[in-house]
């Protein structure tokens, strides 16, 4: 008897545990949603580890002139991508129903290559895998970095002005 509880409490431990998004790689020519966002055949895909000014956010250039950040962050990733395919390995699922991805072309981390070029932030708060590629796009004073902006997370919570 006591074997039969066992299995019975393991399996019932199993069927409980929360179910992992297994490694789907999702390939296609991609729509640029944002900064840190795609659409590939449908499936909306938020880019993993990064966040990129808003589509509305401003940011400002050291003479105090203002530029739409994020629509130009959106613009240079539609640019680097272009109509070729674009392959995203998921990691995760999101509140809003997309899915969380690291994108690459031609072997390039396009994740990577945004905070790189200085057109997103590692975001912390989900992963430090960026972190140090956002050092030297800040120490370079790459794009956002080369005045003042609010981060992305700030931003959507309504702090408006760098």
Do not use: K
């Not at 972190?131 to 902006?149: C, K, L, M, Q």
């Amino acid at each position: 008897m006591d074997v039969f509880l066992l299995r019975l409490t393991l399996t019932l431990c199993l069927l409980f545990l929360p179910l992992s998004v297994s490694a789907q790689t999702i390939t296609g020519v991609a729509s640029v949603r944002d900064g840190d966002s795609l659409e590939i055949r449908g499936t909306r895909i938020r880019l993993h580890g990064i966040d990129a000014p808003e589509s509305r956010q401003l940011c400002t250039r050291p003479t105090g002139q203002r530029w739409r950040c994020g629509q130009q962050a959106a613009l240079a990733l539609a640019d680097r991508i272009g109509r070729r395919s674009v392959s995203c390995v998921t990691r995760d699922i999101d509140r809003y129903g997309r899915t969380i991805a690291v994108c690459s072309q031609d072997g390039t981390d396009l994740n990577a290559w945004m905070v790189r070029e200085g057109w997103a932030v590692a975001y912390r708060r989900y992963s430090r895998d960026y972190v140090a590629v956002e050092d030297d796009a800040r120490r370079a004073g790459r794009n956002i970095w080369s005045g003042t902006f609010v981060m992305p997370w700030d931003w959507r919570r309504g702090t408006r002005n760098p």
